[in-house]
């Protein structure tokens, strides 16, 4: 459980990553330190339990999990992001609440 909060807690720093590639957002250089950390992080946090429990399989497998729910959210607020900055009155609300219920 640890491991996927550690994983899905790093949404912020992906959303950054996006922001930058999708948006153009300008990163600071302490940002791209924490962008570089949280991969190092990541890798471990997926591949370090995995090889202690002797490549136990549902480990690796929560671990991926995880880290693709904290991308997913990014992805999500990058997009949202994108889509009030090219139209402000995008009804946003409505959009998350048809994905939630299509998920």
């Known amino acids: 459980a640890a491991q996927a909060l550690?994983?899905?807690?790093l949404c912020p720093l992906w959303a950054a990553l996006f922001g930058r590639c999708a948006l153009g957002d300008s990163?600071?250089?302490?940002?791209?330190?924490a962008l570089l950390l949280a991969c190092a992080a990541s890798?471990?946090?997926?591949?370090?339990p995995a090889i202690v429990s002797n490549g136990e399989r549902a480990l690796l497998l929560g671990g991926l999990v995880a880290l693709a729910t904290?991308?997913?959210l990014?992805?999500?607020?990058?997009?949202?992001?994108?889509t009030v900055q090219r139209q402000v009155d995008a009804a946003l609300g409505l959009a998350v609440v048809l994905?939630?219920?299509l998920a």
């Open 43 to 48: 890798a471990l946090g997926i591949c370090l």
């Open 27 to 33: 990163l600071e250089r302490r940002t791209v330190v």
């Open 70 to 72: 904290g991308v997913g």
């Open 74 to 82: 990014a992805a999500l607020l990058t997009t949202s992001r994108a």
């Open 6 to 9: 550690l994983l899905m807690s």
């Open 99 to 101: 994905g939630n219920m």
